[in-house]
């Protein structure tokens, strides 16, 4: 017979496996990016709502998990099961709204905790409103309660547990159902006569296969006159899916089972409950149960964890094709504007027209005015034309598609508004530039500086065109004091071109990178399986 293996180094392998697994992040909308996230958060429930504690506490009870879908009579058969109306069933839909978990009172410490179901606040009363829920100290919306409740009818080493619907209309409720399923040591799928060729049931079913945990099945409310067709029929659904030894139970349609309006009698459910409780008391049966469940969980890994790395590598491969999509087009424009200073693309329109009034129709102050826009212009085309071209190459991309990689437009104004601070911050170390060669000179009539800034900015901005703005630079500052000047300037024209370049391309890859999405996850999640593997 197979046993639980508890021992401390296999707890620390998994807790160490369980990080890496809540590491990963898939929020690039790719295809297969929404099942990444359910496997990763189907994985992580079971981890810690039921793998690690049921290693670490073998002796616990027995917890056994009723799900289905809306209108099977989860609540009714808990009811029936226990003795007693603990669980809340009625006409409205969903029925369960907070899940009920019953236990023996001497197992009330079990669960009062949070040694399963971490995540969910304990409450002792019954709220049958669900706005009281809302009230709950800690929480952030409905349906993060667990209400307990203890009844002696119940034996020890054995709990219920009553799950809100799988196919619930609320989100919160069917993302609940998926996580207290993941916390059972014994699943026990309910279905109707009426419901049980539907693909909410069948999901649970074959979820459950593929786990190997230990299962149930109840086919509830069927009527007297076709039991035995119903049954025949289901069962060879069963058989067909690879089912066929999963126990199964049929209760009958009686009036109490109408709306959860009553208890059904004990002989409608008397055949599960001394299945459960067998389970739950029978030492051998019951480490059976739970190594099979266990073990189950431990063997799907083998699967799970490689689809998340692939998965984990796919988004880190769209975020590669998004940065260098990125990197391609500001790479091209930062090239295209250098060739364009080159060229002396900037004096041009008004800045041109101010050269040729200057100094006698136009003052230095005037042309730099100019030639900073002229420049602030060439900039802001080229990040414009590089973002135009980053949303083309993005648009072939799905992975483009997440919110937080949206809102270009609203970020044009503000690059404009970045680019004119970045250019006249030029303008200002420019001019202090020209201040400190002016002062070199021993000169009694020293040139006007600002006058020295408008040559030295129009001679490296003018290309050909401002041939006599460095012999008119010569004649003020002399040779040496020309070149001087103009190297460095031209070595400050070029650290701040690119300084806005980069400053740019940063801002545009800024909310990508905020998505956190990098290679790690894929060999992490690989090695920890590695890890397990060999532990095991």
């Avoid at 808990?78 to 409205?92: I, K, Q």
């Avoid at 009818?153 to 919160?172: C, E, F, H, K, Q």
């Avoid at 648009?395 to 680019?419: F, K, T, V």
Wanted: hydrophobic share 45%; net charge neutral; glycine share 6%.
């Amino acid at each position: 017979m197979v046993t639980l293996d508890v021992r401390p180094q296999l707890l620390d392998t998994l807790s160490a496996l369980r990080d890496r697994v809540a590491a990963a992040r898939f929020p690039l909308p790719l295809a297969g990016a929404p099942r990444a996230r359910a496997n990763r958060d189907e994985l992580l429930a079971q981890l810690d709502d039921y793998l690690v504690p049921r290693l670490r506490h073998p002796e616990a009870p027995l917890l056994a998990v009723v799900g289905g879908s809306t209108g099977a009579g989860k609540s009714t058969l808990v009811n029936s099961l226990v003795g007693r109306r603990v669980s809340e069933a009625g006409v409205l839909r969903p029925t369960t709204r907070t899940p009920v978990l019953v236990c023996h009172p001497e197992d009330h410490h079990w669960f009062s905790a949070t040694r399963v179901l971490p995540g969910l606040t304990r409450v002792w009363t019954p709220h049958q409103d669900p706005v009281d829920d809302l009230m709950v100290p800690g929480r952030e919306g409905p349906g993060r309660v667990l209400r307990v409740e203890t009844v002696d009818t119940l034996p020890r080493g054995l709990a219920l547990l009553d799950a809100p619907d799988m196919d619930s209309l609320i989100a919160d409720n069917r993302v609940l159902a998926a996580q207290l399923i993941c916390a059972a040591d014994i699943w026990i799928m309910v279905t109707t006569a009426a419901r049980y060729a539907d693909a909410v049931p069948w999901h649970l079913l074959r979820t459950a296969k593929d786990y190997d945990v230990t299962l149930v099945t109840v086919l509830d409310r069927v009527p007297h006159q076709v039991v035995s067709e119903v049954s025949r029929q289901y069962g060879a659904l069963l058989t067909k899916a690879g089912l066929g030894d999963v126990p199964r139970f049929t209760v009958p349609e009686l009036p109490e089972s109408a709306w959860g309006a009553g208890l059904l009698p004990g002989t409608a459910v008397a055949a599960l409950r001394t299945w459960l409780v067998h389970h739950a008391q029978d030492s051998v049966a019951r480490q059976h149960v739970m190594a099979r469940t266990a073990h189950g969980v431990l063997d799907s890994l083998r699967s799970r964890l490689p689809e998340l790395a692939g998965a984990a590598a796919a988004q880190y491969a769209a975020a590669v094709r998004l940065t260098n999509a990125v990197d391609s087009a500001y790479d091209g424009e930062h090239a295209r504007v250098r060739g364009r200073l080159q060229s002396g693309a900037v004096l041009a329109g008004d800045a041109l027209k101010r050269w040729r009034a200057f100094p006698l129709d136009c003052t230095a102050g005037e042309l730099l005015n100019a030639l900073v826009e002229s420049l602030a212009a060439l900039l802001l085309c080229s990040v414009t034309a590089a973002d135009e071209r980053v949303d083309e190459a993005w648009r072939r991309e799905p992975a483009a598609g997440a919110p937080e990689l949206a809102g270009r437009e609203a970020s044009l104004e503000s690059a404009e508004h970045r680019i004119g601070l970045a250019v006249r911050r030029w303008r200002r170390e420019l001019e202090e530039y020209a201040e400190d060669e002016v002062r070199e000179l021993e000169r009694t009539a020293a040139p006007d500086s600002e006058s020295v800034a408008a040559l030295v900015a129009t001679a490296l901005l003018g290309g050909r065109r401002a041939r006599s703005a460095g012999e008119g630079l010569a004649e003020r500052l002399g040779a040496h004091g020309a070149l001087r000047l103009r190297d460095r300037s031209g070595r400050l024209l070029t650290e701040h071109v690119d300084r806005v370049m980069l400053a740019e391309r940063e801002r545009r890859l800024a909310p990508l990178d905020a998505l956190g999405v990098q290679p790690e996850p894929q060999a992490e999640l690989i090695a920890a399986l590695s890890v397990l593997q060999k532990e095991r």
